[in-house]
């Protein structure tokens, strides 16, 4: 079987970055923030600020991983979708990447914006964005509201080429058994099967090949 790797090295970038985006503002709100509060004033002062220090680097980090390996992955699945377009329009219409795929991906880099912005004002120093400091609490479970719809549309946006395997392994598995019964070992085969033997290949190997299709080099 041959692997993509440089599509699971962006996936791996992708995930990484998203679990480290996501997962901190879950620790903040679900360990952190009850906590500090009972902090005397000058030391939660000082204990934010340390934490604020440190973390806008990951947070800027992430964001770039994610916008980065986002793109590319976008690119990469699109395109030989969109240099086969009459392929898949015409002959192989099941095939082709629905127009829905491309508006949930547009969806998400929107969201996928919003989040960065609030993620960065909550991570950062600046005067403008001191507001969304002063209610950090409120402000961080609508970026988690945010991030767990953002990740359901990926799935789903994923799901759109991947396809539901284990749906068609299971269909596969029905023909089979509804299949006649296969003729007995060293018996005549049946009545228009095609002939097996050294050199004889499967119907579908030997059908030939006439599409024209463009496969993108990566
Ligand atoms: C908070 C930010 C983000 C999070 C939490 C996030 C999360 C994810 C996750 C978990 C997946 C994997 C889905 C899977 O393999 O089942 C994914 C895939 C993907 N993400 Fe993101 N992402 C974020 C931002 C972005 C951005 C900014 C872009 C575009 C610039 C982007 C583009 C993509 C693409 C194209 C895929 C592949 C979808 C597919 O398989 O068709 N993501 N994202």
Known sequence: MELDYLGI???WFHIMAAI???GGALFQKLALFGPCGELPEETRQRLNDGIRRRWSKVVMLAILFLLVSGLINYILTIRPYTQNVK???NDYSELKLPRAYHILFCIKFLMALVIFFIASAL???GRAT???RAKAAGWLSFNLLLAVVLVAISGVMRSYHTGPNVMKVIDVLKQETNAPPAPPLGGPPPAGAQPVGPGTKPATENA???LDVKVPEF
């Open 208 to 210: 030939p090949m006439d």
């Open 123 to 125: 991570a950062g120093r």
């Open 9 to 11: 090295v962006l996936r």
């Open 20 to 22: 480290a985006l996501v």
């Open 130 to 132: 001191a507001g969304i």
């Open 87 to 89: 392929l898949f329009q």
